[in-house]
């Protein structure tokens, strides 16, 4: 088929200089999308993965236990795309008022993710709709501490940004000029609320992402925004109950690819490699995390199993177990107050579990150790590259 140039160019004078910025035409494409069987039987496939992961919590006895550390696990991979080195168990160290492994500053940026996460489905559950209104709270969440603190938290940028180069003379690609990104990002909202015309949820997130990314409308924080935005739009629009898909993994695996597809749809209107891609990716990652939900099923059968074989202590045992697939990085302190179980107790019990193989201590104290279950913590990180 015949591609065009999904946008236009405006020169811009920045810094002495001239350059070309680009300005995304508004979605719905303004061509006709070629839907060849293969590409729509992709579609049809990423669907039935994401009914798929959408139903896990048919087998999980409490969903939420495993959304805690999913949702961190995606903060680290997605921080990890922007240059952090902070591991799940440097957040949830973090998250204990305890020192990390790595600067600060990245743990910081990791957190702030988390929260903005947090912040952004929170609201969408009071009904507020996703909005330019709610990108730019998220925003400003998101770069409420660290190193992004002094990058216009929370408002659309007031002048002109690029990716790649040193200046916007030599960029790998200038987005739109500042009045021209508010001009955009307000179509875009029209886009997200089905206007001009109705798009399928899958479609729209597909297409929203590369429109969000090629506004580039922040100084700072674009492409975890933009990688949220589409858990955002599937929550939102009910094609997910619970904010399981994330797509970082498969985006920083596939990194020069994903950052060439993007640009072949904004200069030559290659729409449908991109279309192919991101199914793919949701095809991938969906079935990632039902594996990974159902692994991690099993060995919390396989744990309980062992830990009812140690007599009376296993009543109390199995509750501090249970605590610990929802927080698998935690002091003995925490788990007095999550369990309501007595100090004595809980170190006994987790004595116990030192011998079963199924924590190991972190810390050398007499009060408030760190214990890790570390089982819980490798199934987390398959295939992620992380360290525990």
């Known amino acids: 088929m015949k591609w065009e140039i999904q946008g236009r ?16 035409a508004p979605l719905p494409p303004n061509l006709s999308l070629e839907w060849t069987p293969d590409l729509r039987s992709r579609f049809d496939e990423a669907l039935l993965a994401l009914g798929r992961l959408d139903s896990i919590s048919t087998f999980l006895s409490d969903i939420s236990l495993f959304l805690y550390m999913y949702v961190r696990k995606e903060a680290v991979l997605s921080s990890m795309i922007e240059g952090t080195q902070s591991s799940l168990s440097d957040l949830l160290l973090f998250e204990m008022d305890m020192e990390p492994g790595v600067p600060l500053d990245d743990v910081r940026e990791v957190s702030n993710y988390v929260a903005a996460m947090d912040y952004g489905l929170h609201r969408l559950a ?26 216009t938290p929370g408002e659309f940028r007031r002048t002109q940004n690029w990716i790649g180069g040193t200046r916007p003379g030599n960029a790998a690609f200038v987005p739109p000029p500042a009045d021209k990104a508010l001009e955009c990002m307000g179509k875009l909202e029209l886009f997200l609320h089905d206007k001009p015309e109705p798009t399928p ?27 949220l935005l589409i858990t955002l739009l599937l929550c939102e629009q009910k094609m997910l109950r619970d904010p399981l898909l994330y797509l970082s993994l498969y985006f920083k695996t596939h990194r020069e690819y994903y950052y060439k597809l993007l640009n072949e749809v904004r200069l030559s209107g290659n729409w449908e490699a991109w279309l192919d891609f991101f199914a793919e990716a949701v095809i991938v990652t969906a079935t990632q995390a039902v594996d990974t939900a159902r692994q991690l099923v099993d060995l919390a059968d396989e744990d309980r199993d062992r830990i009812s074989g140690i007599g009376r202590a296993a009543a109390s045992a199995l509750r501090v177990h249970r605590a610990l697939m929802g927080r698998p990085i935690t002091s003995s302190g925490w788990l007095v107050e999550k369990t309501g179980v007595a100090p004595a107790t809980v170190n006994k019990c987790l ?38």
């Open 9 to 24: 160019y405006v020169t811009i004078s920045t810094a002495g200089e001239k350059a070309r910025a680009f300005v995304p």
């Open 201 to 227: 949820v899958l479609l729209k997130a597909a297409l929203a992402h590369v429109q969000f990314e090629t506004i580039h409308p922040f100084l700072d924080g674009n492409g975890r925004l933009g990688r």
């Open 351 to 388: 004595r116990n579990l030192e011998r079963l193989g199924i924590v190991r201590e972190l810390t050398s104290r007499k009060r408030n150790r760190v214990f890790s279950y570390a089982g819980y913590l490798n199934i987390m990180n398959q295939g992620t590259g992380l360290p525990g």
């Open 126 to 151: 009071e009904g507020f709709p996703l909005s330019l209104r709610l990108i730019k709270e998220m925003h400003g969440v998101l770069l409420s501490r660290g190193r992004g603190a002094s990058q």
